[in-house]
């Protein structure tokens, strides 16, 4: 009687993991190859448009009052420059992004020269890596439900990651055939045991840590379940009033004082009559400028409405700050970089390699397809 209920509830994973995988399963593949770009988008949108990387140093000679200055008149009325992204290393230029006044117009990204302020490159979409960026998050369809979309089907592929293993696992006990390329199988069937073995648990993190990234508020309820997290920065506004707004440089120079070491990583700028100056810094040996501090500050009168760092920080605040980590894979240098980038070409081939073999055994006689299916995983 065990072993019958065993062999139940192996087909019934085999049924939902084969379901999953044909339907939600195509979309996580897009999702995934777009995944596998962003790991890299630097380099990619480098080779694309060579003009926006032509930069003359990454020494941040101007004002950030310049800066902005410059993207405004760039983009000739058509946006509003909402943030300044700081070079992240040697090669790379200051990005503008800007806010369409047109409505659902998205982001204009506005390319600068670091030590001379020059307009490298002004783009409405930013090309491909903007594109990218877009289906990854939302399908391009954020006005329409689209990251809850994507974050459907992030759980469907944490089951399905899962449910792989499972399946995979072979009912006879680990051999050393079980962890390569068996005899007698199809070279289709080989490459999804093989490959999709040794990728689970890293595409079972992606899904996992994608589902928080696309539904940041329950995600938010559920860690503030284990212990306190601290209130959404999407909350912070500063009081209405009629002052005058100080600077930008003003600004990064109040929430710089705060922590003399670390350097300006992105300067967000006050939108609305409550808008607030958003300062992210990248502390020193920081893997990644996430881990580092953040001030929010009143644009008026400079007032410090609440800064973010590893002293303030929760730990539920830094395990929601290490899933973005982790998705993107800048903990781990190049190392992380690359497997997250294979791990996101991975559904592809699952998907691909799946579907064979769900045709073939969709041409055999119902007898053999019913033993072939009573059988999963003990032949693994």
């Known amino acids: 009687?065990?072993?019958?209920?065993?062999?139940?509830?192996?087909?019934?994973?085999?049924?939902?993991?084969?379901?999953?995988?044909?339907?939600?399963?195509?979309?996580?593949?897009?999702?995934?190859?777009?995944?596998?770009?962003?790991?890299?988008?630097?380099?990619?949108?480098?080779?694309?448009?060579?003009?926006?990387?032509?930069?003359?140093?990454?020494q941040v000679a101007l004002s950030y009052a310049d800066y902005g200055q410059r993207a405004t008149q760039a983009l000739e009325g058509r946006a509003r420059p909402a943030n300044l992204r700081l070079p992240e290393g040697e090669g790379l230029p200051i990005v503008v992004l800007a806010r369409a006044r047109a409505e659902g117009g998205g982001f204009h990204r506005v390319y600068l020269d670091p030590p001379t302020g020059r307009v490298l490159d002004v783009s409405a979409s930013g090309g491909f890596i903007g594109w990218a960026h877009s289906f990854h998050e939302s399908l391009t369809l954020r006005a329409h439900s689209g990251r809850e979309i994507v974050g459907a089907v992030g759980i469907a592929m944490l089951i399905s990651s899962l449910s792989g293993l499972y399946l995979w696992w072979p009912t006879g006990g680990l051999g050393r055939r079980?962890?390569?390329?068996?005899?007698?199988?199809?070279?289709?069937?080989?490459?999804?045991?093989?490959?999709?073995?040794?990728?689970?648990?890293?595409?079972?993190?992606?899904?996992?840590?994608?589902?928080?990234?696309a539904y940041p508020e329950p995600g938010r309820a559920i860690v503030g379940g284990f212990g306190p997290v601290s209130a959404s920065s999407r909350g912070i506004q500063a009081p209405e009033s009629s002052g005058?707004?100080?600077?930008?440089?003003?600004?990064?120079?109040?929430?710089?004082?705060?922590?003399?070491?670390?350097?300006?990583?992105?300067?967000?700028?006050?939108?609305?009559?409550?808008?607030?100056?958003?300062?992210?810094?990248?502390?020193?040996?920081?893997?990644?400028?996430?881990?580092?501090?953040?001030?929010?500050?009143?644009?008026?009168?400079?007032?410090?409405?609440?800064?973010?760092?590893?002293?303030?920080?929760?730990?539920?605040?830094?395990?929601?700050?290490?899933?973005?980590?982790?998705?993107?894979?800048?903990?781990?240098?190049?190392?992380?970089?690359?497997?997250?980038?294979?791990?996101?070409?991975?559904?592809?081939?699952?998907?691909?390699?799946?579907?064979?073999?769900?045709?073939r055994q969709r041409r055999k006689p119902r007898t053999d397809r019913v033993g072939a299916a009573a059988a999963v995983g003990s032949n693994a």
């Not at 939902?16 to 777009?34: F, K, P, Q, R, S």
């Not at 300006?264 to 958003?278: C, K, W």
């Not at 605040?317 to 690359?338: K, M, P, S, T």
């Open 1 to 58: 009687m065990g072993a019958l209920r065993h062999v139940d509830a192996r087909r019934i994973w085999l049924q939902v993991h084969l379901w999953l995988g044909l339907t939600l399963g195509v979309v996580g593949a897009l999702v995934g190859l777009t995944g596998s770009a962003l790991v890299f988008d630097h380099e990619l949108d480098s080779l694309l448009n060579p003009q926006r990387y032509a930069v003359t140093g990454s």
């Open 178 to 213: 079980a962890f390569g390329f068996r005899p007698g199988f199809a070279p289709s069937r080989n490459l999804h045991y093989t490959f999709g073995f040794y990728g689970s648990l890293v595409l079972a993190l992606l899904s996992f840590t994608g589902v928080f990234l």
């Open 244 to 359: 005058r707004p100080i600077p930008p440089d003003d600004a990064v120079a109040i929430a710089r004082a705060l922590y003399p070491e670390a350097k300006v990583a992105s300067l967000g700028l006050p939108a609305g009559p409550r808008g607030a100056y958003r300062v992210s810094l990248r502390a020193p040996g920081d893997s990644s400028a996430r881990f580092g501090p953040v001030v929010f500050l009143d644009p008026r009168s400079g007032a410090v409405l609440n800064r973010m760092d590893r002293g303030t920080r929760t730990r539920g605040d830094a395990f929601l700050v290490w899933q973005r980590v982790l998705h993107e894979g800048e903990a781990f240098g190049i190392v992380g970089r690359i497997v997250i980038c294979s791990a996101g070409a991975l559904p592809a081939l699952l998907v691909v390699t799946g579907a064979m073999i769900w045709l």
